[in-house]
């Protein structure tokens, strides 16, 4: 389902890679460079020597040199083996885990009571290793996409970023999203934000059948993408329109309720968390993505959020979240530390939503991931979250890693350009301290994200950003 997409994430790709080759690190003066302050190193030519590599696909990691010349990776080799002239700069690799940057397909740069924190966002996705982001329904698209452009520029920090349309839904939903009445306006809803450039269009709740068609449809024909957030129209409808991405795994599928009126956005927990991984309707379910071809994005930072069984906020998160968030989460740990579990924040049902995604995988489905910024998830931190909680899940390292990096790649065109280790790609990666096969939380612990070969050190750029998330 990439090829509608294509187009238009070449035409921003070529810009990005523009900028790359015209400035060579050799002529960049470091003090007119304004992310010097967040570099490990300056300059775009380096090695890193001895690092286990995960190479974003299924082959087992390896230990090996790579070698980045002018942002981009042009040799992947045994230990000691590349020649290198002057001028590239040594990155000691042994101990340590080197994988592609995340690609991120469900990063807001907003979260409740913030329509944007872009600057704050951004910072944050790249610390932890997301090179690229899909933000999958904005509050500011205006606001995005001026981001975008000056990540694209090089003026400001940050992963690059695929820019969203305003969220769209019906009557019934909140108020700052668009809800096109007729097929006309859902059109040139769908024109307007294509002319401004964005990348996806995200369906809400509460869109209506008929509203979304013809959003599909005319969202292909102008090459972007559209992805749901469903409610009022169940999975296999979706499916049948040829959307192209669902949000939140299993979570808001209304399939399974019984009797839904067409276009109605009913409560479908209950009808979910009772049934079995192995249950005809989840086969059924499955074998209706699958065949569809629609991607499924995990969510799985967000999800646990609502469980009271799981870990709630760590002390990372505190310490960056403003202060009127970090008491409200607080208190909703505690809070929900009193609540009796229903049916729907049952520990099964939290293990049928992992299971439902590694199911989808073994179907020959293509899942994304991303963390949907929200309550104490961030920026980042959810992303290496959804690290961990995909190794959870059943799925191995390199599993893991091709659907944060290379399936997110592949589905906004850009598989060609990053989500591998491998000659020719950009030098999208990440430098773990650690062996993140053995021990999924070292997934923490980055020491540097290479960005088109641009070397990013995290504490650089999450210095002075504590109690900074969410404010107004
Ligand atoms: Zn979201």
């Not at 439902?356 to 979250?385: I, K, M, N, S, Y």
Request: aromatic share 6%; hydrophobic share 45%.
């Amino acid at each position: 389902m990439i090829s509608p997409f294509a187009r238009v994430s070449a035409l921003v790709f070529a810009a990005l890679c523009g900028l790359a080759v015209a400035l060579p690190a050799a002529s960049r003066q470091i003090s007119d460079d304004p992310l010097a302050v967040f570099l490990a190193a300056p300059g775009d030519d380096f090695l890193i020597t001895g690092a286990t590599v995960f190479s974003g696909d299924e082959a087992a990691p390896s230990v090996q040199d790579v070698l980045i010349r002018d942002g981009r990776i042009v040799e992947v080799a045994d230990v000691g083996t590349v020649i290198v002239g002057e001028g590239v700069k040594r990155v000691e690799g042994s101990g340590k885990s080197l994988i592609p940057g995340f690609v991120g397909m469900h990063n807001h740069l907003h979260m409740p009571g913030a329509p944007f924190m872009g600057d704050v966002a951004a910072r944050l996705y790249l610390a932890a290793g997301v090179t690229t982001i899909q933000t999958a329904g904005s509050a500011d698209p205006i606001g995005e996409l001026r981001l975008a452009r000056q990540v694209e520029r090089g003026t400001a920090p940050g992963p690059r970023i695929m820019a969203s349309a305003p969220y769209v839904t019906g009557p019934d939903g909140n108020p700052p999203m668009d809800k096109p009445a007729s097929a006309d306006a859902a059109r040139r809803f769908v024109d307007e934000w294509a002319d401004r450039g964005v990348n996806t269009i995200k369906l809400y709740r509460h869109t209506d059948p008929d509203i979304a068609a013809t959003i599909i449809e005319q969202a292909h024909r102008r090459g972007l993408r559209v992805t749901g957030h469903l409610c009022s129209v169940t999975y296999a409808e979706a499916a049948e329109m040829g959307i192209d991405g669902l949000e939140h795994g299993l979570h808001p599928a209304s399939d399974m309720v019984e009797d839904k009126p067409r276009g109605a956005c009913v409560p479908s927990l209950d009808a979910k968390a009772a049934l079995d991984v192995d249950s005809p309707q989840i086969d059924a379910l499955i074998e209706t993505l699958v065949s569809h071809d629609v991607e499924l994005t995990s969510t799985l930072a967000i999800l646990e959020s609502r469980f009271p069984h799981r870990p709630q906020a760590d002390d990372r998160t505190l310490t960056l979240l403003a202060p009127h968030l970090a008491e409200a989460s607080r208190a909703r740990a505690e809070a929900m530390a009193e609540i009796e579990t229903s049916l729907s924040t049952s520990p099964a049902y939290w293990t049928l939503l992992l299971a439902f995604e590694r199911r989808f995988v073994e179907a020959g489905g293509r899942l994304l991931a991303g963390p949907d910024t929200g309550r104490h998830v961030l920026p980042g931190f959810g992303d290496q979250r959804n690290f961990e909680l995909l190794r959870e899940a059943g799925f191995s390292t390199s599993q893991t890693i091709i659907i944060m990096s290379r399936n997110g790649a592949h589905a906004l065109g850009l598989d060609k350009e990053t989500g591998r280790i491998a000659p020719g790609y950009l030098a999208d990666l990440i430098l773990v301290d650690g062996d993140i096969d053995a021990d999924p939380s070292a997934i923490r612990e980055v020491e540097i994200v290479f960005r088109a070969g641009q070397a990013f050190d995290p504490q650089r750029l999450m210095k002075g950003l504590e109690g900074q998330v969410g404010l107004p």
